[in-house]
C-alpha cells in the first residue's frame, strides 16, 4: 500500500525559510481553500502571513466571511494574518496608464509622430495584458517585503512558466535596447553644445525593468524561500492537469513542494452502506489514487478528506489545517 513519504509537515519543516507558497490545480479542487488553510497555519505558527489572490472573483472573501477586497485586511479572529483580494480593474487600468505615459514619452523622444492610442490600444488589447498585469501585481507585493510569509491563492501557472521562459529573450532585448539608448544618447551629447546631461527615463525604465525581471525571477526558483504546490481531487482531468504544469515547472526549475490531494471519500464511514452511488464514487476515486501513487511518487504531501460540508470560516478552516498538517 502507498503512501505519503514526505508530509506538508516535514515539507514545512525541511524549508523553515518558505516565504512564498503558491497554490495551482484545475479550477473547482480546492486551492482557495488550501491556500487559506495554509496560510492560517502559518499564522498560527506566528509568522506573519498575508494570504493574497489575484482572482477576479470574490473567493477569498467568501472563504472568510468576510470583506478583504481592494487592501491587506486583518482576519477576524486569526492573529497574524491578513487576507487581500487584489482588485483586478483598478490594476489594469494603472498599468494601462503607466503604457502610455511609457509610449507617448518614447513617441515624443523618438520624434514620432505617430498617435500614442494605436500603441496603447494593440499592447493593452492583447489577451495576456491582464494576466501580465495580475503577475506584476503579484511580484510587487512580494517585493514590498511586509510579511514574512505569502501564500497565494492561485498559481499563476501559464504566467510563471512564461515569465521565466521569456525571461532570458527579455534580457538580450533590454541588453540590446539598453546598448543603442546608450549610443544614441553619446551621439546626442557629443552633437549637443551645451555639457549638461540629459535626463533619460526610458532608459531607467529598462534598467529598473530588467531589474525587476531578475528578481523575480531570482525569488521564484529558490527552492529555499518558494514553493508551488497542486492540487488535484481524485478524478482524471484534475490529474492530468496539475501533471502537465509540474513538467513544465520542473523544465523551468520553478521549485515543485508537492501535490496535495483533495476531497478523498473516508471509506472507513462506508460501513454497512450499500448505496450504490456512494460505493462507486468510492470505487472510482480508489482508482484515480492508483494513479496518483504512480504518478507523482514520494510527491504527495497530504490527503484531505471531502468534508460533510464546505470549508468556510476560521473555525473549518482550523479544522482543514489540522488534516492538511497531519
Ligand atoms: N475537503 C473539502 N470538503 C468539502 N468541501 C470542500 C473541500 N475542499 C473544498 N471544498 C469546497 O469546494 C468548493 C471549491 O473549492 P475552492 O477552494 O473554491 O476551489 P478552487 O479555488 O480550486 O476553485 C468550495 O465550495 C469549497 O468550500
Ligand atoms: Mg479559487
Keep these: 500500500m502507498p503512501g505519503i513519504e514526505k508530509s506538508m509537515a516535514d515539507f514545512v519543516r525541511e524549508h523553515p525559510d518558505l516565504r512564498y ?4 490545480g484545475k479550477g473547482g479542487v480546492g486551492k482557495t481553500v488550501m491556500a487559506g488553510t495554509a496560510a492560517l497555519w502559518f499564522a498560527r505558527q506566528g509568522k506573519k502571513t498575508l494570504l493574497a489572490s489575484t482572482n477576479p472573483v470574490h473567493s477569498i472573501s467568501s472563504l472568510l466571511g468576510q470583506n478583504v477586497f481592494g487592501k491587506p485586511t486583518p482576519v477576524d479572529g486569526a492573529e497574524n494574518l491578513h487576507a487581500f483580494e487584489i482588485d483586478t480593474s483598478e490594476t489594469i487600468e494603472r ?7 511609457k509610449i507617448a514619452w518614447f513617441l515624443q523622444y523618438a520624434d514620432l509622430n505617430t498617435k500614442a492610442d494605436d500603441f496603447i490600444e494593440s499592447a493593452t488589447m492583447n489577451p495576456a495584458f491582464e494576466e501580465s498585469a ?8 512580494m517585493f514590498r517585503d511586509e510579511y514574512e510569509v505569502y501564500i497565494f491563492d492561485t498559481a499563476p501557472t501559464a504566467n510563471a512558466r512564461r515569465l521565466l521562459g521569456m525571461s532570458k ?15 544614441a544618447k553619446s551621439l546626442r551629447e557629443m552633437l549637443s553644445f551645451s555639457k549638461k546631461k540629459e535626463k533619460d527615463p526610458l532608459m531607467d525604465y ?4 530588467q531589474d525587476r ?4 525571477q531570482r525569488l521564484l526558483t529558490d527552492d529555499q524561500k518558494t514553493a508551488f504546490f497542486f492540487v488535484t481531487i481524485p478524478e482524471a482531468l484534475p490529474i492530468a492537469v496539475i501533471t502537465r504544469f509540474i513538467n513544465w515547472f ?9 501535490v496535495i490531494v483533495n476531497m478523498l471519500i473516508d471509506n472507513t464511514i462506508l460501513q454497512g452502506t450499500t448505496d450504490e452511488f456512494v460505493l462507486n464514487r468510492v470505487a472510482a476515486q480508489a482508482e484515480h489514487m492508483d494513479t496518483i501513487w504512480k504518478t507523482f511518487d514520494g510527491g504527495v504531501r497530504a490527503i484531505v478528506p471531502l468534508f460533510e460540508q464546505e470549508v468556510r470560516g476560521v473555525p473549518m478552516l482550523q479544522r482543514t489545517a489540522d488534516m492538511l498538517f497531519k
Excluded at 172 to 180: A, C, D, F, I
Excluded at 250 to 258: K, L, M, Q, R, S
Design 250 to 258: 520542473h523544465d523551468f526549475g520553478i521549485p515543485v513542494g508537492g
Design 213 to 216: 525581471m531578475a528578481n523575480a
Design 206 to 209: 529598462l534598467l529598473s525593468f
Design 95 to 101: 498599468s494601462k496608464r503607466e503604457i502610455r505615459e
Design 134 to 141: 495580475m503577475f506584476e501585481n503579484m511580484v510587487d507585493l
Design 169 to 183: 529573450v527579455y534580457s538580450l532585448w533590454v541588453q540590446k535596447m539598453l546598448k543603442s539608448r546608450e549610443e
Design 21 to 24: 507558497a503558491f497554490f495551482g
